[in-house]
């Protein structure tokens, strides 16, 4: 009974301690390495966040600039409150299969000591790998939000460097991840990953974007240190966000890792997201697939009817061939419906006159594949939204699963950016709508992806990235080596990317522009770039009596555990993934930058007590990415957990390694 009357004690001194303090209340992540700390200074709030004892995030303000003025000044701390959660949480599909859900959580009131007394809590949620916090405002007595601007800043203890591209200058996020000093970076897009110090490194970017507009951020030096400004993507008219009743901003992320690995495998920004809100998933189905894209890209075929046209009822009945005897589920074809020749009215409704849609269907379905519509909008948002109900409800009965939506037009509907709330709020009327008909979307000219595919799991893949077609056509000769070793690190970090890998052939139409890497590392990208449905992104003519393509016929693209052995930004890395089920196989990618290097991979993830088998695809020993891309060996070897493979990676060069159970 004593104990009982203490611990009551102690309880009622904390929570009035908790209500009395109008200052400096701090919450800890689970394992005490991550603090956060919320204060008000001269009548503003800030935070601060520790790592280690550590300050990494200085004092640093939280606010608005709305229409009615400033939110964020002349505050006063109302209250907090606690609390904290431990679950663990099943990918519908993902790179992992477990996510664990571990923070402690505190939610800060303020308001206003003005006449106006309007309020704003913000929610911060601390885990041991970084930290997310939010905007919550509650229902303004009937009125709307008008933000002008979001004053939220992260304002970090020193410069260092950081990759990320522009804001400004870059469409549809389709830039080369620059390095360079935080203090010289102007305006840049999120994630933002800085290597803060030796042994740190740290990517800023949101989770759960919903009807908000996209994060940017602006460096600015000062004697307190590097600070990152909030800078929203705009309306037009300069507004940033509109919001009715309670307004939820999405999530500020800083994410923390010992490595740049450690970054990829954080699931934070996902945890952030609401759990699924499609009850029956089974027919999300995740899956390697094939199309008539790459052909076009080289100009050997074209989207519009005519004499080359590659998306004819009997060119892909040839892919639908293809991927029945190679096990892909999907065949995709651009062009296939009109609105692609110079004047042609674009519809979604029907197909070109040499396309039957319907027979293609069928005979997709008869050898165990699936065809995967297109929806090209130009930017015509509206188009798409004006014809998707009745579009896939046709695409469900023809038994179409996946559709690729695209955006190619630098306004959406020629009046608003597409990292605006415009945009935001078209991307999500359209996955919510195709949900209805049992459709998975992959979005190309995407806002940058925040996580919604918790909330949502069949948005599968995303573009925003400067893809493989740039190896096509780019008159600058293509993506240069350090762009995939990259990736990872940067947008990767935002979630799955549909980059398009696996070029056998490296012709050129372009002098001097094609895939700069080995065949061997073509193959390890099919790892390395993460994407549930993952495309063989050359003609099947290059496929043809390839022993490359034995390995992506038998490589998964939904996993149960995913580790990262090593790597450093833009140099290398080497990423190994577990399938899901009973089989226990795993695969292996590990690709380099224009530099050869010798890898060493311990192989202690395997499972005790058990011998497998490593099937190596790997550089031949002359490969060179500019003087012989093409020289390959494979070899095989019986390992355990106690063996280190060693690797010799070409310039620009890889390996692919599945390792399979030995019985």
Not at 638 to 643: A, K, Q
Request: charged share 20%; net charge negative; glycine share 8%.
């Amino acid at each position: 009974m004593s104990k009982l009357i203490v611990s009551l004690v102690l309880i009622i001194c904390f929570s009035v301690t908790a209500v009395c303090s109008a200052k400096n209340v701090s919450v800890s992540s689970p394992d005490g390495a991550v603090t956060v700390t919320v204060d008000v200074k001269a009548g503003k709030p800030y935070y601060t966040m520790d790592y280690r004892s550590k300050m990494i995030v200085l004092p640093s303000h939280l606010g608005f600039m709305l229409d009615g003025g400033e939110l964020g000044q002349h505050v006063k701390m109302t209250g907090q409150q606690f609390a904290s959660k431990d679950e663990t949480w099943n990918q519908v599909w993902g790179e992992d299969e477990a996510v664990r859900n571990h923070y402690n959580e505190l939610t800060v009131n303020f308001q206003e000591q003005s006449e106006t007394r309007r309020k704003m809590n913000v929610q911060f949620r601390v885990y041991d790998d970084g930290i997310g916090f939010r905007y919550i405002l509650p229902n303004n007595k009937g009125k709307k939000y008008c933000i002008q601007d979001e004053l939220t800043e992260i304002t970090l203890a020193h410069d260092a460097k950081a990759w990320s591209i522009p804001s400004n200058h870059t469409e549809y996020f389709e830039g080369i991840f620059g390095c360079d000093l935080l203090s010289k970076k102007d305006t840049v897009c999120t994630p933002l990953t800085i290597e803060y110090e030796d042994s740190l490194f740290l990517a800023i970017h949101e989770a759960a974007l919903e009807d908000y507009a996209s994060i940017n951020l602006t460096p600015r030096a000062s004697s307190e240190g590097i600070r990152l400004l909030t800078a929203l993507t705009p309306w037009q008219n300069g507004v940033k966000v509109y919001a009715e009743g309670e307004l939820k901003s999405p999530w500020r992320t800083i994410t923390i890792g010992k490595t740049a690995g450690d970054l990829i495998t954080s699931r934070l920004m996902l945890n952030l997201n609401e759990p699924t809100q499609i009850e029956d998933t089974s027919w999300i189905e995740p899956g390697r697939y094939i199309g008539i894209w790459w052909s076009i890209h080289k100009k050997q075929n074209t989207w519009e009817m005519g004499p080359q046209h590659g998306a004819t009822t009997e060119n892909v009945k040839r892919y639908i061939d293809f991927a029945a005897l190679h096990g892909f589920s999907g065949v995709l074809a651009e062009g296939w419906n009109p609105g692609w020749g110079q004047g042609e009215q674009v519809t979604y409704l029907k197909s070109y006159p040499d396309f039957d849609i319907d027979e293609v269907c069928r005979y997709a379905q008869s050898k165990g594949v699936r065809f995967i519509g297109h929806m090209e909008s130009w930017g015509r948002a509206s188009l798409i939204e004006q014809e998707m109900d009745e579009a896939f409800a046709w695409y469900q009965k023809l038994g179409i699963r996946v559709v690729k939506t695209g955006y190619v037009g630098h306004l959406l509907d020629g009046k608003e950016l597409a990292k605006s709330q415009y945009g935001i709020r078209h991307y999500r009327r359209v996955i919510e709508t195709a949900a209805k008909y049992q459709i998975m979307i992959d979005n190309h000219e995407p806002a940058m992806p925040t996580g919604i595919q918790r909330t949502w799991p069949n948005l599968m893949t995303q573009e925003g990235v400067r893809g493989q077609e740039y190896n096509a056509w780019d008159r600058r000769g293509g993506n240069p080596p350090s762009h995939t070793v990259t990736l990872p690190f940067t947008r990767g970090l935002a979630g799955p990317t549909d980059f398009t890998p696996a070029i056998f052939n490296f012709s050129e139409i372009v002098p001097g522009t094609h895939p700069h890497s080995t065949l061997a590392k073509q193959l390890g990208e099919f790892v390395v770039i993460y994407s549930p449905l993952q495309m063989a992104a050359d003609a099947i003519e290059n496929y043809e009596g390839q022993p490359a393509l034995t390995f992506i016929e038998s490589c998964p693209t939904t996993w149960s555990k995913t580790l990262i052995p090593n790597g450093e930004i833009g140099k290398y890395i080497t990423v190994a993934r577990k399938e899901r089920g009973d089989g226990g196989r795993w695969f292996i990618g590990s690709i380099t930058n224009e530099e050869s290097r010798r890898i060493e991979l311990p192989l202690d993830f395997l499972d005790a007590n058990s011998t497998y088998r490593a099937i190596i695809y790997e550089d031949g020993p002359d490969a060179d990415y500019e003087t012989n891309p093409y020289a390959m060996t494979v070899r095989q070897m019986e390992v355990t957990r106690r063996n280190v493979l060693h690797l010799n990676l070409a310039r620009s060069g890889g390996a692919a390694i599945r390792i399979e159970r030995m019985k």
